[in-house]
């Protein structure tokens, strides 16, 4: 078992499958602490049928639809950020207007579509065995944009995740910092695709990120357990959808529900939580 399973990592398809998940672990992951901590899911929503929207525009215009994908990514990162800014408009309300009127105009795109829809759903759900050498190199080139772009600005961002108004008041750029997110955003959905896929993707911007709020309050580590969980999901779902021929998008997402579940059900910080409960309980009892 163990040859055989040294053998298929010597076939290029599963290198480059096994290289997208620690790619798409990662970046989606760093991007999870983000939209996890500023309360701002619909993000990832928004961002994953922008993409698929982009995708299916591409297909038939017969222009490449991965760049069509991230072209509307990021004219809808350009939208979001000064919409939640200078309207009255609570972000979450704009962001769950933009994603409804995305999920229209991407399946309305699946409808108009005269040839087979093969492609179109390969976007949709993911297909890591069926990556190429390109395909690796823009997720390698988004995903060091995004490192780099975390390292630098770490405090920057930990003042914006604390609080926006407070990071503007002391001299924070928190504008160029939440407007740089959401480009990155878009550029991760868009370059993952076809990893994970324009609908499932949304799950990887979301879990990791909340794995990491059950087990720590440490910012960095915050990062480093999200990052972990998020590569470790892909990584695992790979796994899982060779071993039982499965769809390798819906494995990925279905391993990333399954670490949170463990996360959660093992949460020191929800034992802590209860802990306190009851002491209070017991102490104002005792009154």
């Given at each position: 078992m163990t040859e055989h399973f040294i053998d298929?990592?010597?076939?290029?398809?599963?290198?480059?499958?096994?290289?997208?998940?620690?790619?798409?672990?990662?970046?989606?992951?760093?991007?999870s602490v983000f939209i996890v901590l500023m309360k701002m899911p619909l993000i990832g929503v928004s961002m994953s049928h922008?993409?698929?929207?982009?995708?299916?525009?591409?297909?038939?215009?017969?222009?490449?639809?991965?760049?069509?994908?991230?072209?509307?990514?990021?004219?809808?990162?350009?939208?979001?950020?000064?919409?939640s800014d200078r309207?009255?408009?609570?972000?979450?309300?704009?962001?769950?207007?933009?994603?409804?009127?995305?999920?229209g105009l991407a399946f309305l795109g699946m409808g108009i579509l005269t040839r087979?829809?093969?492609?179109a759903l390969n976007l949709m759900w993911g297909s890591l065995l069926s990556l190429s050498g390109s395909d690796i190199m823009v997720l390698t080139c988004v995903t060091s944009i995004l490192v780099l772009f975390v390292l630098l600005f770490?405090?920057?961002?930990?003042?914006?995740?604390?609080?926006?108004?407070l990071a503007g008041a002391s001299g924070v750029p928190e504008r160029m910092v939440y407007y740089a997110l959401l480009f990155l955003t878009g550029a991760v959905v868009s370059s993952n695709l076809a990893?994970?896929?324009?609908?499932?993707?949304?799950?990887?911007?979301v879990q990791p990120g909340a794995t990491a709020l059950?087990?720590?309050?440490n910012l960095k580590y915050f990062f480093i357990i999200s990052a972990a969980s998020g590569i470790g999901a892909c990584i695992s779902g790979l796994i899982v959808s060779y071993i039982f021929d499965l769809p390798s998008g819906a494995s990925v997402v279905l391993m990333a529900t399954a670490i949170f579940a463990a996360a959660y059900i093992f949460s020191p910080?929800?034992?802590?939580?209860?802990?306190?409960?009851?002491?209070?309980?017991?102490?104002?009892?005792?009154?």
């Open positions: 298929v990592l010597t076939y290029p398809p599963i290198q480059r499958a096994a290289i997208a998940c620690v790619l798409c672990g990662a970046s989606c992951s760093l991007l922008a993409a698929f929207a982009g995708a299916v525009l591409g297909m038939l215009l017969d222009i490449n639809p991965l760049v069509t994908g991230f072209i509307l990514c990021l004219l809808v990162a350009g939208v979001l950020g000064p919409l309207t009255d408009i609570a972000p979450e309300n704009i962001l769950g207007i933009m994603f409804s009127f995305l999920m087979t829809k093969a492609s770490f405090k920057e961002i930990r003042s914006v995740l604390f609080n926006r108004r990893t994970v896929g324009g609908l499932l993707i949304f799950a990887l911007l059950q087990l720590t309050y910080k929800r034992r802590m939580t209860k802990l306190k409960k009851r002491s209070m309980s017991h102490e104002h009892g005792t009154r």
